[in-house]
């Protein structure tokens, strides 16, 4: 728990001290152009106002809409575990993906995708990494958190999944067939899941399989631009202005046309 939590700190640390891209530029819209024009400590109040009212909502309507997501299922009898699975996560995620959305419509696509991998970060960190604690509020003592023999499953193609966006990322770019292969691969997992629906023990087997077939091909990608990996490192880590790929040596003498 403690080294998410520090991943996360260490994230935001290294982000803030990144320059602004040139398309931040452009005026901001909506609420951000408004927080854009107050002083530095009225935007960290206002940012802090806004956390607080946030955290808010959450924290009164996560227990009701969770219960009522699963009575609703248990009336018209659809599984419980799927909906957890599925449409609890579509509203968690609502917010991020209308953001990124919104960009991409803005012509910032750039800042879109940033939005997402910022997300997902902020799950794999510091969420994942408050479970266990809120868990141990919950029962009252020091505790680690349970998972079943499918929910670890879930947990590992998770997991793989995210590594292989990772990997077709080491290029600071998403092409088509990057993406194409993302929105399949997660069309099979869905499908999978429908079609052994009931059947824990084949779920729990289709799910191991994707899991490691993500693994082969993140390795796969890595493999592919293996050379560029400690340029990006470098970058990400110590660079104050990141360049997506490394420099390029200048042509030799006579070679220049």
Known sequence: ???????????????????????????????????????????????????????????????????????????????????????APLASEASAVTIAVLFVLSGRAANGLATMISDKINQWTLLVGMLPLAMSLGAGGLTALPLDARQHEEFFLTAAQSLFGIALLLRLRLGVWGALALAGLFALQVGLTLNFLGDDARTIAS??????????????????????????????????????????????AGEQS
């Open 1 to 87: 728990m403690r080294l998410l939590v520090a991943i996360f700190a260490a994230y935001v640390w290294r982000v803030s001290y990144l320059p602004e891209a040139e398309e931040d530029e452009d005026d901001e819209p909506g609420p951000a152009a408004a927080l854009s024009q107050l002083s530095s400590a009225r935007q960290w109040a206002a940012m802090a106002a806004l956390t607080v009212v946030a955290a808010t909502v959450i924290l009164v309507s996560a227990e009701p809409f969770a219960e009522a997501m699963v009575d609703s299922g248990r009336s018209v009898g659809i599984d419980e575990f799927l909906l957890i699975q599925w449409l």
């Open 207 to 252: 799910l191991t399989w994707l899991s490691w077939g993500y693994l082969a091909l993140s390795a796969i990608v890595v493999a592919t631009n293996a050379k560029s990996l400690g340029h990006l490192f470098a970058v990400g880590l110590f660079a104050s202005h990141p360049e997506a790929h490394p420099p390029r040596a200048a042509p030799a």
